[in-house]
């Protein structure tokens, strides 16, 4: 599946994007906050491409002008999410490289994947967390309509041994519809 926005194709990762990958998770300031270690090299980028972001619905964000992934976007059905939601419902998980903050470009793929997701999956409702400290996060999730819904304490994240308080927001396919509308 290729989603495109105005100014973005979101993409399935490939192993060649591997150097494009680690020029961007390899900086300290995007994984950790996100609760993710930092890529170590183009292997370790490699290897993710395969093993984490090869999963259904993950798409690398590639700038149009630019022709190159700048950062990651993916939608956890059901089971597939770690916060415990029926198969009618999906999380939605997203960075985006250092360069590329403060110019709405997370935003705008969050609402192309709320768009395909309600509207060609017809989820009932969608989910979006973020870690204490993650400002950047939760305001890409306020910006797109997402509302608080609750707290976890001790979750458990990729960096071995760290347990992080997570905050999850939700949006429906009603407010969806509702703010579909109203445009």
């Known amino acids: ?7 973005l194709i ?11 990958l680690y020029k961007y ?7 950790p906050i996100a609760g993710w270690p930092v ?4 292997d370790n980028s490699r290897e993710i491409i395969k093993g984490v972001l090869s999963a259904p619905e993950t798409y690398a964000i590639v700038l149009k002008a630019k022709g190159h992934p700048v950062g990651s976007i993916g939608l956890m059905l059901g089971k597939a999410s770690n916060i415990g939601i029926p198969n009618t419902e999906g999380e939605i998980g997203y960075w985006i490289g250092v360069p590329y903050w403060g110019q709405g470009l997370t935003p705008e793929a969050v609402h192309e994947i709320m768009r395909y997701g309600f509207e060609e999956l017809n989820l ?3 989910w979006c967390g ?4 993650n400002e950047k996060s939760k ?6 309509g997402f509302h608080y819904h609750h707290t976890s304490k ?6 071995e041994g760290v347990l992080r308080t997570e905050h999850i927001t939700c949006f429906t396919k009603e407010e969806w519809e509702a703010n579909k509308n109203n445009k």
């Open 1 to 7: 599946m290729i989603l495109k926005t105005k100014r």
């Open 10 to 20: 979101l993409r399935p990762w490939e192993e060649s994007d591997a150097e494009d």
């Open 124 to 126: 009932e409702k969608m």
């Open 139 to 144: 305001r890409v999730q306020e910006k797109c």
């Open 130 to 133: 973020y870690f204490d400290g």
């Open 25 to 31: 998770a390899s900086n300290p300031d995007v994984g």
């Open 39 to 42: 890529h170590t090299s183009v």
């Open 154 to 159: 001790n979750v458990p994240c990729a960096l």
